[in-house]
Antibody, heavy 118, light 110 residues
């Protein structure tokens, strides 16, 4: 069965960077794009970007351009999302989420809480 | 890219039907048949309910249906049940090769 297992919660200071990992299993890793979506406390879903695990191409939401980097390691079937220059507004649960191949998300990781606080 | 516009809340009595709208532009909802809908319970990850405007994934109740007209997509829940009380989000592919979510709608079963 498809599983997306994310790294644990993080606490960071403003200005720092955070790197969240997402290990995929149960399907052919390179056949499906992976999204990153975040949700601030009490707020809605926010799409951050997408990576093609096959060719490493990425597309980021304009809001995060220059601050986010998504990468993958095919040998470990893991994708990574790094967000830099953190500010308090970046406090959120970050999800990796598998695209089903028709521009929709069919599986989600368990979420990683990133807290930015001085 | 601005978030798609959804009503903040919708409510209905058990057994009734409700409809949630999702309004975008010709660069997202109106331009592609790639609208999805997600259900989210508090503290849980979202669940895919509808993809490609009107298709239901395996295992999703046929009480959930989707449609689109112009720049507005809709999710209809018929035969409303207590378990349908949750937050619902639409999403669309965009002309910038990105995705955008809706603002979210809280469904309350009276």
């Amino acid at each position: 069965q498809v599983q997306l297992v994310q790294s644990g919660a993080e606490v960071k200071k403003p200005g720092a960077s955070v790197k969240v990992s997402c290990k995929a299993s149960g399907y052919t890793f390179t056949s499906y794009y992976m999204h990153w979506v975040r949700q601030a406390p009490g707020q809605g879903l926010e799409w951050m970007g997408i990576i093609n695990p096959s060719g490493d191409s990425t597309s980021y939401a304009q809001k995060f351009q220059g601050r986010v980097t998504m990468t993958r390691d095919t040998s470990t079937t893991t994708v990574y999302m790094e967000l830099s220059s953190l500010r308090s507004e970046d406090t959120a649960v970050y999800y990796c989420a598998k695209d089903r191949g028709t521009f929709a998300i069919d599986y989600w990781g368990q979420g990683t809480l990133v807290t930015v606080s001085s | 890219q601005s978030a798609l516009t959804q009503p903040a809340s919708v409510s209905g009595s058990p057994g009734q039907s409700i409809t949630i709208s999702c309004t975008g532009t010709s660069s997202d909802v109106g331009g592609y048949n790639y609208v999805s809908w997600y259900q989210q319970y508090p503290g849980k990850a979202p669940k895919l309910m509808i993809y490609d405007v009107s298709n239901r994934p395996s295992g999703v109740s046929n009480r959930f249906s989707g449609s689109k007209s112009g720049d507005t997509a809709s999710l209809t829940i018929s035969g409303l049940q207590a378990e349908d009380e949750a937050d619902y989000y639409c999403s669309s592919y965009t002309s910038s090769s990105t995705y955008v979510f809706g603002t979210g709608t809280k469904v309350t079963v009276l």
